[in-house]
């Protein structure tokens, strides 16, 4: 049985498994695929180690959003765990600008499998010490979530391309 306040996306791509987990993990790569489509992404610190923080902005349209993942878990190349939020330039989490009800924390864990040279990667996320109300806005925004993450892991997709 699922966990309703659990998000579950899988994707195949056409690369082999340890360029699809440089491409999750470095920041000059990054930059070119996280995020919402035509939002320019900007990588202020990223430090891949237990604990450590990559750091971001997003902008259009006159608008910026910072967000961060502070890494729990990484195994290269077949898994990521980081918690995912909303954030100020600092890093200090902050609650979603478009939401009062969003989960300060998402926590993900990203398995990346390869399979004839193809990498399947499959995202679990999951609201970290929410309300009860914070859990009922995450389980409702789960078709904008699945949208959000098939456009972006197109962009990643159309990426990947660019170096295989």
């Known amino acids: 049985m699922s966990n309703p306040a659990e998000l579950i996306i899988t994707r195949t ?6 360029l699809v987990f440089r491409v999750c993990t470095e920041a000059e790569h990054l930059k070119m695929w996280w995020g919402p489509k035509g939002w320019d ?20 349209n006159g608008q910026t959003m910072w967000g961060k ?11 990521l ?30 398995s990346l499998e ?5 990498t399947i990667v499959t995202m679990h996320g999951t609201p970290l010490d929410a309300t009860e109300e914070e859990l009922q806005t995450f389980d409702s925004a789960k078709d904008m ?6 456009g972006t892991f197109s962009q990643l997709e159309e990426y990947l391309a660019t170096l295989v």
Do not use: C
Not at 69 to 79: G, L, N, Q, S, T
Not at 81 to 110: C, H, K, M, Q, Y
Not at 114 to 118: H, L
């Open 13 to 18: 791509f056409d690369a082999p498994r340890e």
């Open 41 to 60: 992404m900007h990588v202020a610190k990223l430090e891949l180690t237990p604990g450590g923080m990559f750091l971001y902005s997003q902008s259009a």
């Open 69 to 79: 993942f502070v890494y729990r878990e990484i195994a290269a190349p077949e898994k």
């Open 81 to 110: 765990v980081f918690t995912n939020s909303f954030s100020d330039a600092e890093g200090n989490t902050v609650r979603a600008p478009f939401s009062a009800t969003w989960p300060l924390e998402i926590l993900n864990t990203w």
């Open 114 to 118: 390869e399979q004839d040279g193809r």
């Open 145 to 150: 979530l699945q949208q959000g993450f098939k």
